[in-house]
């Protein structure tokens, strides 16, 4: 069935360096994609989206890219500070039909 | 984005009984979700919360366990029934298709409810 993985439970940085997630999916027909934080008692908050007709999103301090070929996405994280420190999921849908397939999640450790 | 609130935050319940969960949105929106995250684990869809109409559920949901409400654009409820300890997780709530807003497909969740069935 659809799926959408991680490929590492646990990530640990150390602060200021540069934090990589990454997430593979496997419905072709996906065209949308969100990366959440979730920290610890609190809901998912959203991060940053992209859509099947980029590669690469920017924001504040994070970057998604999308690799359509391979059915891959990744949230690169600049300069990881210890309030990046949470459970990262990935989410990928079909534009219209709401119906998100989220990853297992990774937790990003920021050592001090 | 919307301001989303549920209620209660926590609770603590007992085999048999039944808990109503509710969420507010400060802004109308066009769709609304419920999610079960068990712990330790990612998020899975309960149902689609419609407004003025029966939810649509997904597979191993059904209406006798999970009773949606959606009086309206800005509300809805979510009742765990006949609750057992296997049904101790973190249940959320998520809006899409705000006013005015650029993206109908961005989904935005409430800060959950942790139920703990004893």
């Known amino acids: 069935g659809e799926s959408v993985g991680l490929h590492l439970p646990t990530l640990s940085v150390q602060e200021g360096d540069n934090s990589i997630i990454n997430c593979a999916y496997s419905?072709?027909?996906?065209?949308?994609f969100i990366w959440y934080k979730q920290e610890s008692g609190k809901g998912p908050q959203f991060i940053i989206d992209i859509r099947s007709n980029m590669d690469k999103r920017q924001g504040q301090r994070v970057t998604v890219l999308l690799n359509k070929t391979v059915k891959h996405l990744s949230l690169q994280i600049a300069a990881t500070q210890p309030g990046d420190s949470a459970v990262y999921f990935c989410?990928?849908?079909?534009?219209?039909?709401?119906?998100?397939?989220f990853g297992t999640g990774t937790r990003l450790k920021v050592l001090a | 984005s919307a301001v989303i609130s549920q209620k209660p935050s926590r609770d603590i319940c007992q085999r048999g009984t039944s808990l109503t969960i509710q969420c507010q949105v400060d802004?109308?929106?066009?769709?609304m979700f419920w999610y079960r995250q068990q712990p330790g684990q990612s998020l899975t869809l309960i149902a689609t919360?419609?407004?003025?109409?029966?939810?649509?559920?997904e597979s191993g949901f059904v209406i006798d366990k999970f009773p949606i409400s959606r009086p309206n654009l800005t509300f809805s409820t979510l009742t765990v029934s006949n609750m057992s300890p296997e049904d101790s997780s973190i249940y959320l709530c998520s809006v899409a298709g705000q006013f005015l807003s650029t993206s109908t497909d961005t989904q935005y969740f409430g800060p959950g409810t942790r139920l703990t069935v004893l």
């Open positions: 989410a990928g849908t079909i534009s219209g039909t709401y119906k998100y397939i």
């Open positions: 419905n072709s027909a996906s065209d949308y």
């Open positions: 802004s109308q929106v066009t769709m």
């Open positions: 919360a419609n407004q003025g109409s029966e939810a649509t559920y």
